[in-house]
């Protein structure tokens, strides 16, 4: 398999991978179920592989990261929003 073609198809996997967890959050307007360490860390991570990819001018990491904070940001704002104190 083409190095590249690896790349994307793992960044691509990585990326969506949190979307069916946003959808089911969105939907039932719950998110007991989700640990907000986890999701801070998770996008810190990620956020750093962002900053990994732009210095070493790789765009597979660059894109699939980036699209990954994403989904993730929305999770985080779906959390502060949906939490029941």
């Known amino acids: 398999m ?6 994307i198809t793992a960044g691509v996997l990585t990326s969506i991978s949190m979307i069916p967890q946003l959808i ?12 907000l360490v986890m999701l801070l860390i ?26 990954a904070v994403l989904v993730n940001l929305s999770l985080l704002g779906c959390y502060i929003l949906y939490k029941k104190s």
């Open 42 to 67: 998770l996008i810190s991570g990620l956020s750093l592989w962002v900053w990994y990819g732009i210095k070493k001018d790789e765009l597979p990491i660059i894109l699939s990261n980036s699209f």
């Open 24 to 35: 089911k959050v969105i939907r039932k307007k719950d998110v007991k179920d989700i640990s």
């Open 2 to 7: 083409n190095e590249n073609l690896l790349g």
